[in-house]
């Protein structure tokens, strides 16, 4: 098979899974480069309309390289900028596929924003347009080349707007479903500070049997609050001005301090760290050595999703390294859990303190399953949630998320906070006997 055919077969397909995962939809002021491109399709950022939305563009140092060196002979009306929406776009891919149509910028589906005939001449190296929407959707704006062989470079500045109601007619650069993103994301803020209040208290109330985990918890809470904070202000930069005058780049920092810390705190309480004994055994620190420098990357990966967005190349080399990483992660903080299920169950078999063990048995086997929920639901049911989402609602999958991550930590200090007697785990009152076991072996383990 002719490769050209089979790229161009497979590229819709692409297209498709390209957009599905594309459905971040921040919207800001992009500025893009397009070098020597002759791809017939390239997305560009989506965004959800209101009907009073705007679209910008203001394309610069544009140059067209074809076949053959005149350029007036070049049918200009097939190469130029549209806006679809998500069915939209399938439809135009069917009908191309279907050779209804040679073209997507003839699709009547579409909507055509600009195309290069309507520069005033061939040799124009630059335009800006301004382009309204009123039908409120959430759009891809895309660029197509139905020109073989025409290599094209541009610089585009591209933004997407909605202008507020009322008289002030100000602009609102966030998508549609996020433009209440940095109120959800201060209130997160405020329970995250509110929670670390109360676990400040705790550690000073219990600060004799506080542990140093206990201490790696409460930093923890602290950055998880301070990215929310800088999230908020990030978001609300950008709602008010399109571009987020450099608290995105704190909001990288403090994502990247959460997720290691986070991922690192997960191994930690998993291996019993601190809590069940003092040291990590050697394949405990190999997890923390493997998920330790996957973070990095996995931030780095997300630096550049967020900041290139979908017209870059290497776009989606970025975001399958992100997920594969992630994966990664997630299955390796698995493993302590594991192994500490496993030792804790030999251990009640042999050393006689059934029951005790158990107990903790039972606290390892919650925590595994939460660990599993969270992470399942987190990284799972909101991506799903943002796809089956109307574009209107797309905060609710941020609140989801949100909302587990909340219970996952709410969780987790509950369950792991510093108890007078008793490090691991509560005891009800008819398990007196076991908590008098469970004291002796407490002190077997200070000894
Ligand atoms: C971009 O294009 C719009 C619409 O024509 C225009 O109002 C605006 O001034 C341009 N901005 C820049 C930076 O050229």
Redesign the pocket.
């Known amino acids: 098979m002719d490769p050209n055919r089979i790229m161009s077969s497979s590229f819709p397909l692409l297209f498709l899974i390209l957009l599905c995962i594309s459905s971040t939809a921040v919207g800001e002021i992009r500025f893009s480069e397009i070098r020597s491109d002759d791809r017939p399709i390239i997305p560009f950022d989506e965004f959800g309309f209101t009907h009073r939305g705007q679209l ?3 394309v610069t140092k544009i140059s067209l390289v074809g076949p053959n060196s005149d350029s007036s002979t070049l049918d200009l009306s097939k190469v130029g900028f549209f806006l679809c929406t998500r069915d939209a776009c399938i439809h135009v891919l069917q009908q191309i596929e279907d050779a209804e149509i040679t073209c997507t910028l003839l699709s009547d589906s579409i909507h055509k924003v600009f195309t290069f005939d309507r520069l005033p001449n061939p040799n124009t190296d630059s335009f ?3 382009y309204p929407e009123s039908n409120a959707d959430q759009y891809t704006l895309v660029f197509a080349n139905c020109l073989p062989q025409l290599k094209v470079s541009m610089k585009v ?1 591209s933004a997407m707007y909605n202008l507020e109601n009322g008289k002030s007619n100000s602009r609102d650069y966030l998508s549609a479903g996020k433009t209440i993103l940095p109120r959800v994301y201060f209130l997160f803020f405020i329970v995250y500070f509110v929670l670390a209040a109360v676990w400040i208290n705790i550690l000073y109330k219990k600060r004799l049997t506080a542990f140093r985990i206990h201490f790696f918890m409460l930093a923890v809470v602290i950055l998880k609050a301070f990215n929310l904070l800088c999230e908020a202000e990030d978001k609300s930069y950008i709602k008010r001005t399109g571009s987020a005058h450099g608290w995105d780049v704190l909001f990288y920092i403090f994502s990247f301090l959460k997720g290691i810390t986070l991922f690192t705190l997960i191994v930690l309480i998993g291996t019993g760290w601190s809590i069940l004994k003092p040291y990590l055994q050697d394949k405990e620190k190999k997890v923390l050595i493997i998920v330790i420098p996957l973070q990095v990357i996995a931030n780095i990966a997300q630096v550049v999703i967020d900041e290139t967005g979908p017209y870059g190349q290497d776009w989606m080399t970025w975001k399958q390294v992100f997920l594969l990483v992630d994966v990664v992660c997630c299955c390796a903080v698995l493993f302590p859990i594991v192994w500490s299920i496993k030792n804790l169950r030999e251990a009640a078999r042999t050393d006689g303190k059934a029951a005790v063990n158990l107990m903790k048995l039972t606290l390892f086997r919650h925590y595994y399953i939460v660990v599993i929920c969270y992470i399942y639901f987190t990284r799972v049911v909101v991506y799903a949630l943002e796809t089956i989402t109307s574009y209107k609602y797309l905060w609710t999958s941020v609140v989801a998320g949100e909302l587990a991550t909340l219970a996952f930590y709410v969780f987790t200090g509950y369950k792991f906070k510093p108890e007078a007697h008793n490090p691991y785990f509560v005891i009800d009152d008819e398990e007196e006997e076991a908590a008098a076991e469970q004291l002796k072996l407490e002190d077997e383990f200070e000894l």
């Open positions: 910008e563009l203001n800006n347009f301004l500045r």
